[in-house]
């Protein structure tokens, strides 16, 4: 069952938004060649002690990190550790906080010093593939036009969507109905209300779009070993529109 959120629960959801937000900005700055995944991690953490949040994917289903920092290959869920981040990296951050509450989830994709040019395409097709879905979180609009959005964008650009991990509602939970994917057909699944709030979250790769789990039973990297990319933000359906909650 699809949640609607009144009024007052979106405003809860918008104040976790906006710290969440704060803390990326933070989060961003601080990022640097040379440091460990376990220190983007601890770094994460300290922003949200500061900011009087509860780190969301602490302890979720077993998660050991405060954020998911994956590098490169790896698409999602990387458990922060001793690895370093090197020049022409790139960095997926996922992180999520409780407010009172309310769950607030988020994800960007950097790269670290000078990139490749494909790689650096890589990151910009992704975000705006984000954009594109969030584009259609209109009352009224079906699900997947949300996903058939970003699928078409990305695949125009000669890149690859990945098909095994998807978006999802957000709340009082982190992870609510409906999935999302990013891929499919338009006008086809559930109806868009307002009130609705989804988490939108492209992840594109570079190579083919299959992906394995490795033995740590988090890290989600490539089939192929080549890099992939992943955005993210919570995002609202209101009668004016969408209203991101993370931007």
């Known amino acids: 069952m699809i949640t609607i959120k009144s009024p007052q629960e979106i405003e809860s959801l918008r104040k976790a938004g906006k710290i969440l937000t704060a803390i990326v900005r933070e989060l961003k700055r601080s990022l640097k ?12 953490g300290e922003l949200m002690a500061a900011h ?18 994956s590098v490169n290959q790896e698409v999602v869920h990387g458990i922060p550790g001793q690895r370093v981040v090197q020049e022409g990296d790139i960095v997926s951050i996922d992180v999520g906080v409780i407010l009172d509450g309310f769950f607030s989830d988020t994800a960007f994709s950097v790269g670290l ?12 097709v992704t975000e705006q593939a984000l954009y594109k879905g969030i584009a259609q979180a ?7 036009d949300i996903s058939h959005a970003v699928q078409d964008f990305v695949e125009s650009e000669h890149f690859s969507i990945v098909r095994d991990f998807v ?20 006008h086809q699944g559930p109806i868009l209300k307002e009130g609705m709030v989804l988490a939108i979250e492209p992840m594109v790769n570079l190579g083919s779009w299959q992906t394995r789990i490795l033995e740590d039973g988090w890290t989600v990297v490539t089939a192929d070993g080549k890099p992939s990319a992943h955005f993210e933000h919570t995002v609202a359906i209101t009668a004016q529109g969408p209203e991101i909650l993370t931007a």
Not at 33 to 44: F, H, L, P, S
């Open 33 to 44: 060649v040379g440091m460990t995944t376990a220190q983007i991690d601890e770094r994460a």
């Open 52 to 69: 009087r949040v509860v780190p969301a994917f602490k302890g979720y289903r077993g998660f050991p990190g405060v954020a998911c920092v």
């Open 113 to 124: 010093g000078r990139l490749a040019p494909r790689l650096a395409k890589l990151l910009e």
């Open 138 to 144: 209109r009352v009224e609009h079906h699900l997947s």
């Open 167 to 186: 978006g999802h509602g957000i709340g009082r939970s982190l992870h609510e109905d409906p999935e999302i994917p990013n891929f499919g057909p338009p």
